[in-house]
Structure formats: structure tokens, C-alpha cells
């Protein structure tokens, strides 16, 4: 297993790191990938070889500033892998923080929550 992805934001991708070492789980910036399926593969895959043999405690944090309907498909994939570690038994949360006046960002976490029914924090991000 590759034990950290690490990839830098583009105007179109988000930056992302996977790291079992560190603990550090972060998508962050904006989605909007033009093939969203072949952006996001190599982290489901990531995820589905990190759950053979997970960290005690996993916190995964999504900080977007906007993504779009295909990618959050592939975000639900991703946390119905972390819904199974949790229901594995494993210590997972996940945190979902928004620019503090996107409504719609907010909705979408509390959406997510909804659905995918393991720890999940909703956190405004304060203005900058």
C-alpha cells in the first residue's frame, strides 16, 4: 500500500492528503474535476487498502470552498468507506467545515451527516 497521497490544489481539484503516518485525512479547496471518476479512483482505492489495517483513530476532514454534483457522489463513496471502518468498530469522525456564509456548503454537510451516520462535526470556518 502506498501510504500517502499527496496532491496539490488546481483550479479545478482540490488538495488532498492521505496520510497513515501522520493521521492527517484532508480534501480541501474546490471540486470540480473534468473526469471526476479517474481524480477520485486512487482515493477510494487508497481508503479500501487503509481500511486492511487502519490507525486506532481516523478524522477526516472535508474543507471545501465549492464542489460540484459529480463530485459529490464520489465524496459519498469515500465516506461510506469511513462509515465501514466505524462500523468495523474503529474510532471515525468526520469533519465537514464550510465558509461561514454558504448556506448551501452547510446543507451539504448536514446531508452527509444524515446519510452516512458515523461522528460528524459541521464547523464554520471563520471569515477571513
Known sequence: ???????????????????????????????????????????IIWLDSYQENPNPKTVFEFDFEYFNTASSKMLLHLMNRLKMLHSQGYDVEIIWRYPQNDAELEEAGEELAEIIKVPFKILAKPEQ
Open 1 to 43: 500500500m502506498v501510504d500517502k497521497i499527496y496532491l496539490e490544489p488546481t483550479l479545478t481539484t482540490p488538495r488532498v492528503i492521505l496520510d497513515r503516518e501522520s493521521g492527517v485525512f484532508l480534501i480541501q479547496g474546490k471540486s470540480l474535476p473534468e473526469d471526476v471518476k479517474s481524480f477520485y479512483h486512487p482515493l
